[in-house]
């Protein structure tokens, strides 16, 4: 990717940083596992006990031992990037909708229509590591790894939703679906992944459209629903602004003031 040399895993990263001669990889594991922790997705109960077999004997009862591994990247900029991301194919099989919201683009145009008829300011945002703000329901432990550090052999019990359980992204959907209806918004009967809410003369409607944790907000006033956002919510927001790209279309306003978009 770009003439970057990938790892595969926490060894290989280690060793290119030692072949580079930089700390380039670790400074992104580092940077992951900081942002876990201020999420507080796991609970440390302590070194685990394991015997001959290699099963961890003081393991907390009724939980499932699991694996997490880092998936790397580097971005366009040459960020590096590593993203810890949980084995979820050794939980059990999800019977709900397993998904996230995914607005469709045929319902995302209808917004940005309704925005321009109504004169409603259009911002774009996105939540940054949605899935740990929400809670796993699921009983999983795993046991840490030298990506770690000094918690390396401990237990740890997973408690928010993180990349690669089966009912993350359902958990996340719960948890958006609980702050929209909070703040007053309620899903569209066409599309559920198109939220709602009068505006206070009730002659005119605001919107947020959803894509996983992207988020194109149509209001009167975006600023405000963005400090909502990370106020009552804690949630993280990147990128808040005035709509410039948003699910691989860039927008702009022509001469005349008109709203284009270029797929």
């Excluded at 959803?210 to 990370?230: E, F, N, S």
């Amino acid at each position: 990717m770009f003439g970057y040399h990938i790892p595969r895993d926490y060894e290989e990263a280690m060793e290119l940083d030692r072949k580079n001669g930089n700390t380039k990889w670790k400074e992104a594991i580092d940077l992951e596992l900081k942002q876990i922790d201020d999420y507080q997705a796991f609970k440390d109960i302590g070194k685990a006990e394991i015997n001959a077999k290699g099963q961890v004997v003081n393991a907390p009862e009724g939980y499932k031992k699991i694996r997490v591994h880092l998936v790397f990247a580097v971005k366009h900029d040459g960020r590096h990037k590593a993203r810890l991301v949980a084995d979820g194919h050794l939980t059990r099989s999800n019977t709900e909708g397993a998904y996230s919201g995914v607005v469709s683009l045929q319902s995302l145009c209808i917004v940005m229509f309704l925005s321009e008829l109504n004169a409603l300011k259009l911002w774009g945002a996105d939540i940054g590591n949605a899935y740990l703000e929400a809670f796993t329901e699921e009983k999983i432990f795993i046991v840490a790894g030298p990506e770690f550090g000094d918690k390396k052999g401990h237990i740890l019990i997973i408690g928010k939703a993180l990349n690669g359980l089966r009912n993350s992204g359902a958990r996340w959907h719960d948890r958006l679906f609980d702050v929209m209806r909070d703040m007053g918004f309620f899903p569209s009967k066409n599309d559920p992944d198109i939220w709602m809410r009068p505006f206070k003369d009730g002659k005119v409607y605001e919107y947020i459209a959803v894509y996983v944790d992207d988020l194109a907000i149509a209001a009167k006033d975006p600023a405000k629903i963005c400090q909502i956002l990370r106020d009552k919510f804690k949630f993280k927001l990147e990128g808040d602004g005035p709509l410039e790209y948003h699910l691989g279309c860039g927008y702009w306003r022509d001469p005349d003031g008109t709203l284009v978009a270029d797929p």
